[in-house]
């Protein structure tokens, strides 16, 4: 089977299994079934897709629709891997259907043992999706480029240690000594707030970050609308899409925050 089907050919299927054909034209289509094995393999992923979907997505069948997603899953079910996984499926039940309903035809037998085949890649491919959150907080982190904590001019040994010990990734100790730093130096050192907020985001301690970080957001610090990026990663991190959506128009209530750009090319992407 190929990729990607011709248009003529996905028009022709898409016409049978909504009943649109003449007479003769369904009876010659049906006969080029027979004696094409790809062609029938192509009806019967079709069928099995239309029966998997909804009412309300019926149209995504439509080979003039332009469904971008539904061509990738069609890719997905039409490669390699689940063609070599589609014949043993096949294999094993045509073997048991011979043995134990012999009546049955062919193409019911093929159908019964693909339509396995399908809805496991179906299921696999919106699980696949699911993760979408996840993906973006991977493609757009950028936890190693945080600000310097410290300056050369800088002679205060608890800034210095602090960031050596993040660097260290020794998240806890990190902790215990920004704790301190900002509950007595908040306004000076807003930066001690960022590396406190992804040291707790680093031992997973997600709602801590999400209190640090909306601190952050409340200082008079040009770094403030760092925070609400910081906050979108850790709800892209942990799939809260409506955290994610509401931190997103958050930064882009002003093109003077930061990473508008960035929250610009995720808007409206989940």
């Known amino acids: 089977m190929s990729e990607q ?15 649109l054909l003449s007479d003769k034209d369904r009876t010659d289509f049906e006969s080029r079934m027979e004696s094409d094995p790809e062609l029938n393999e192509d009806v019967l992923l079709e069928k099995s897709l239309l029966e998997a ?11 003039n629709t332009n469904s971008s997603e539904l061509d990738e899953l069609r890719t997905r079910l039409r490669n390699k891997e689940h063609t070599a996984v589609s014949e043993k499926i096949r294999a094993i039940g045509l073997d048991y259907i011979e043995e134990n309903k ?34 973006y907080y991977n493609d757009y982190q950028n936890w190693n480029d945080l600000p310097s904590l410290t300056e050369k001019s800088d002679t205060n040994n608890s800034l210095v240690k602090a960031e050596q010990l993040f660097q260290e990734k020794n998240y806890s100790e990190s902790i215990e000594l920004l704790t301190t730093i900002v509950e007595s130096q908040e306004e000076k050192h807003p930066y001690a707030l960022i590396y406190l907020g992804v040291s707790q985001f680093e031992l997973q301690q997600y709602e801590a970050a999400h209190q640090t970080f909306d601190r952050l957001i409340n200082t008079n610090s040009i770094a403030q609308s760092r925070g609400y990026w910081y906050k979108l990663l850790i709800y ?31 808007k409206g992407k989940f």
């Not at 050919?9 to 009943?19: A, G, H, K, M, P």
């Not at 892209?236 to 090319?265: F, V």
């Open 236 to 266: 892209l991190k942990t799939e809260d899409k409506e955290g994610a959506n509401r931190m997103i128009d958050k930064i882009l209530s002003d093109p003077m925050h930061y990473n508008y750009k960035e929250a610009e090319e995720l």
């Open 53 to 63: 979907l909804n009412e309300n997505d019926w149209s995504l069948l439509n080979p």
């Open 5 to 19: 089907l011709p248009a003529k050919r996905q028009q022709e299927i898409s016409d049978y299994l909504r009943n």
């Open 102 to 135: 012999p009546e049955k035809s062919y193409n019911n037998r093929w159908l019964t043992a693909a339509c396995a085949v399908f809805l496991i890649a179906i299921a696999s491919f919106f699980v696949f999706r699911s993760s979408s959150l996840n993906d």
